[in-house]
Nanobody, 113 residues
């Protein structure tokens, strides 16, 4: 069983930045694709970004140019750097691995003045 533990969420003002981390209990290289999803109140969970084992990345249109996903295979950790945050980015952010096979418990991100 793989455990994914997110950290780095919190309250930030509009225009600010946060970096989320997702630490895996097993090699993320062996897990394969790693991604970040988010779910806002009353909305469905949506893909924010993912990175393949080979390092290819994909982003939701709403975060392109503002968010960056990266993976450190040596540390078994995936990151999500979030810049120029907007109130509409407020959500619980989840780390996922293996095309949805594994999920973290989520970390709250609130963007508000």
């Amino acid at each position: 069983q793989v455990q994914l533990v997110e950290s780095g969420g919190g309250l930030v003002q509009p225009g600010g930045s946060l970096r989320l981390s997702c630490a895996a209990s097993r090699s993320i290289f062996s897990i394969g694709d790693m991604g970040w999803y988010r779910q806002a109140p009353g909305k469905e969970r949506e893909l924010v970004a993912y990175a393949t084992r080979a390092g290819l990345t994909k982003y939701a249109d709403s975060v392109k140019g503002r968010f960056t996903i990266s993976r450190d295979n040596a540390k078994n950790t995936v990151y999500l750097q979030m810049n120029s945050l907007k109130p509409e980015d407020t959500a619980v952010y989840y780390c996922s691995g293996g095309l949805g096979s594994y999920w973290g418990q989520g970390t709250q991100v609130t963007v508000s003045s």
